[in-house]
C-alpha cells in the first residue's frame, strides 16, 4: 500500500507545475494517503474521491505511459482487499460516473476466481458469486418477466418461499406451489392450461432435499419435466453440495447455492453462488447480477474458496454424525418420527438413482404429543439454537418459529412441518457427545412433561372410558 501512495506522491509531484489539475491530484493523493493512515489506526475501511482522482487523471491524460487506471485499482485490490471494495467511491459527480464505477468495480472483483471454483465444482458454464443465498435467489428470478409462472416446489426454504410470493408475485411473476415428487401433479402444473389462459411455466423451482423434512427431489425426473414443456429447472443445491450431487449433469439448468452453509462451513460468512449451463443463461443472469448489485466482497470470497477446500472432509464427518443421531432418535420413546434420507429403508440406492451420494448432515424429528419441543432445544448444550446449517458447529432449531415463520400455518401443516417438529444440522462433533446432548435435554423435556400432567388423573381417565396415552 506505501509503494502506492509512494507512487502517486512521485507522479503528483513531478507533475507540480501544471496547474488546477495537479492540485486535484495532490489533494485527492493526500486525502487518500489520510485515509489509509485513519483506517490503520481505527481498523476501518477507507472512503476517499478516488474515482474522481483516476477521472481527472485520464481526462487530462496525466496517466504515465503504459499505466491505467484499471492496474493502479488492481494493485489496491491485490494489496489491501478492504481497500479496494470501498475505495472507489463516486465523488458526487452525475450518476453516469457512479454508474462506471460499479461496473468498474464489479469487472475487477477477485470473486472471480471464487466464481470460477464453484462452476468447475458443479460442471457448469459459469459462476456467480453474491452477498447471500437470497441475493443469489433474487437475482436468478429476476431473468424472468411479468406474467411469467414458475412452478415451485412446495417444501422449500422460508426466505425463498417469502421472496416468490411475498416479492416477485408483486411484479407479475406468477407462482404455483406443487409437490415435486409427485411426477404427475408436476407435469400438469408445468404444461398449464392454456384453454383456460394458464400459459406453460417458464421454470421449475426446487431444493435437492426439501427443507426440513429431507425428501428426495429426484432432479433428473424434474428437469425433463421442466424441458419438456420449454422450461428451465432450477434447483437450489444449498443442503448437498456438488460434493453429494452436480444438478446440472443430471439435467437442470441452473444451481443455487447459500454458501453461508455448507461451502463456507464455519459460521463466518454470508455468501451465495450460482452455476448455470450455458452461455445464454450465463449473460442474463451476469446482468442481473451486475445491475442488481447484490455481489460478495473480496474477503468473503476468499472466506468462501478456503470452506470449499474443506468441504468433503467436513461433509463425510457430517453425514457419520447425522446418521448416528437419526439411528439413535428412531428408538427414542420421546421421538414420533424421524425424517433423514440416510436411514435403513430409505436406502442408498434410492438415493444413488436420484443421483445422490449422501444424504447430506440435516435431520429432522417431531417430539410425541404432549412433549414441548421447546423443552428439549432449551436444554441443549452443545447443539446451538440457531437456523443455520452446514457449519462445523452442530445446530437445532424449531421450523414452525424459525426457518419457516413465514409460511401461514395451515400451508405448513398440509406439507407436515408440524409445531413439534425440530430441526438438526449436525456438526463434526463427537457424535457420542452430541447423543449425550440430545439424550439430556430429552430427558428434562420428560420430566416438564411429567410435571404439567402431576394432577391429571391416570385411574380416573382409564375407568371412565376416556383411553389415555401413556409415553
Ligand atoms: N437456500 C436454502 C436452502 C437455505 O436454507 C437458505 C438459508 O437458510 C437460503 C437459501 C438463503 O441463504 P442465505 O442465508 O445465505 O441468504
Redesign the pocket.
Given at each position: 500500500m506505501h509503494h502506492f501512495i509512494n507512487f502517486f506522491m512521485h507522479f503528483v509531484e513531478h507533475r507540480a507545475q501544471r496547474g488546477p489539475v495537479e492540485t486535484h491530484c495532490r489533494a485527492a493523493a493526500l486525502d487518500f494517503m489520510r485515509a489509509h493512515q485513519r483506517r490503520q489506526a481505527m481498523g476501518n475501511i477507507v472512503q476517499c474521491r478516488m474515482l474522481g482522482f483516476f477521472r481527472s487523471l485520464r481526462a487530462f491524460d496525466l496517466l504515465p505511459a503504459g499505466q491505467d487506471f484499471r492496474a493502479i485499482a488492481r494493485r489496491c485490490l491485490a494489496e489491501d482487499m478492504r481497500v479496494a471494495t470501498l475505495q472507489l467511491v463516486a465523488d458526487g459527480g452525475a450518476d453516469i460516473v457512479k454508474v462506471k464505477a460499479s461496473l468498474f468495480l464489479r469487472h475487477l472483483r477477485i470473486e472471480h476466481h471464487l466464481e470460477q471454483q464453484i462452476a468447475q465444482l458443479e460442471q457448469g458454464t459459469r459462476g456467480f458469486a453474491f452477498a447471500?443465498?437470497?441475493?443469489a435467489?433474487h437475482a436468478v428470478l429476476s431473468i424472468f418477466k411479468p406474467g411469467d409462472r414458475i412452478v415451485v416446489g412446495d417444501n422449500i426454504?422460508g426466505?425463498?418461499y417469502s421472496q416468490l410470493n411475498e416479492f416477485f408475485t408483486r411484479w407479475g411473476i406468477l407462482v404455483e406451489a406443487v409437490d415435486t415428487q409427485d411426477i404427475a401433479a408436476l407435469e400438469a402444473a408445468v404444461k398449464g392450461d392454456r384453454a383456460n389462459g394458464i400459459v406453460p411455466a417458464q421454470a421449475v423451482y426446487f431444493?435437492t432435499l426439501t427443507?426440513p423434512l429431507l425428501k428426495v427431489n429426484d432432479v433428473r425426473a424434474i428437469s425433463t419435466v421442466a424441458h419438456r414443456f420449454g422450461a428451465l429447472s432450477i434447483v437450489?443445491n444449498?443442503?448437498v453440495t456438488p460434493y453429494l450431487q452436480k444438478p446440472l449433469a443430471l439435467g437442470a439448468d441452473v444451481v443455487?447455492h447459500?454458501?453461508?452453509?455448507y461451502l463456507a462451513g464455519h459460521s463466518d460468512v454470508?455468501?451465495?453462488l450460482v452455476v448455470v449451463s450455458g452461455e445464454d443463461l450465463a449473460s442474463r443472469v451476469y446482468f442481473a447480477q451486475n445491475r442488481l448489485g447484490g455481489v460478495l466482497a473480496p474477503a468473503e470470497c476468499d472466506a468462501v474458496r478456503r470452506g470449499i477446500q474443506t468441504l468433503a472432509l467436513r461433509m463425510d464427518r457430517q453425514q457419520e454424525n447425522a446418521n448416528a443421531i437419526a439411528r439413535y432418535l428412531l428408538v427414542h420413546p420421546l421421538v414420533k418420527a424421524v425424517h433423514y434420507p440416510g436411514l435403513p429403508g430409505a436406502g442408498d440406492q434410492r438415493l444413488a438413482a436420484k443421483g445422490l451420494k449422501g444424504a447430506g448432515g440435516v435431520l429432522s424429528f417431531e417430539v410425541v404429543p404432549g412433549v414441548d419441543p421447546a423443552d428439549v432445544l432449551n436444554n441443549l448444550h452443545l447443539f446451538r439454537l440457531a437456523?443455520?446449517?452446514g457449519a462445523v458447529e452442530s445446530l437445532a432449531e424449531l421450523p414452525c418459529r424459525m426457518?419457516h415463520f413465514e409460511l401461514p400455518r395451515e400451508e405448513r401443516l398440509k406439507i407436515g412441518i408440524t409445531d413439534e417438529l425440530v430441526r438438526l444440522a449436525v456438526g463434526i462433533e463427537d457424535a457420542n457427545d452430541l447423543i449425550e446432548d440430545l439424550g439430556q435435554a430429552f430427558d428434562i423435556a420428560y420430566a416438564r412433561y411429567i410435571d404439567r400432567h402431576a394432577d391429571f388423573d391416570v385411574f380416573q381417565q382409564l375407568t371412565s372410558g376416556g383411553g389415555v396415552c401413556l409415553i
Open positions: 447471500s443465498g437470497l441475493a435467489i426454504y426466505g425463498s431444493e427443507n437450489d444449498t443442503f443455487i447459500s454458501a453461508t452453509k454470508n455468501a451465495g437456523v443455520s446449517l426457518t
